[in-house]
């Protein structure tokens, strides 16, 4: 019950997160800045990680982020950092790809 519960906030926090790409993608004309905005914010809000090393539940990098910055006993954000990277590198690359395959296979 405790995993469905879990599934249920990651689908709620990924709907939000699209919610705030479009929102934020379709205020800007220039189709290079859209890219980078589409990367930044969906690879920052999406991504998620392990609340603490060693347990199974996952929970937004972001929001970990925050506590990490608030509690005195840190994990370490490092640990944090690269997977958010990771995740803005993937999304940007997901999106780019996406672009091309458009572009080239679908010509008008």
Not at 74 to 95: D, E, K, W
Request: hydrophobic fraction near 55%; glycine fraction near 4%.
């Amino acid at each position: 019950m405790n995993s469905l519960k879990n599934d249920f906030n990651l689908a709620i926090i990924f709907s939000i997160c699209f919610c705030h790409k479009f929102s934020f993608c379709n205020s800007y004309k220039k189709k290079t800045l859209k890219i980078f905005i589409f990367a930044f914010i969906f690879g920052t809000l999406s991504g998620v990680w392990f609340v603490e090393p060693g347990n199974l539940n996952l929970a937004p990098i972001i929001s970990i982020l925050f506590l990490e910055n608030t509690i005195l006993s840190s994990n370490g954000v490092l640990r944090l950092i690269r997977p958010m990277a990771g995740f803005i590198l993937l999304s940007f690359l997901t999106y780019f790809s996406m672009i091309l395959i458009k572009k080239f296979l679908f010509k008008n």
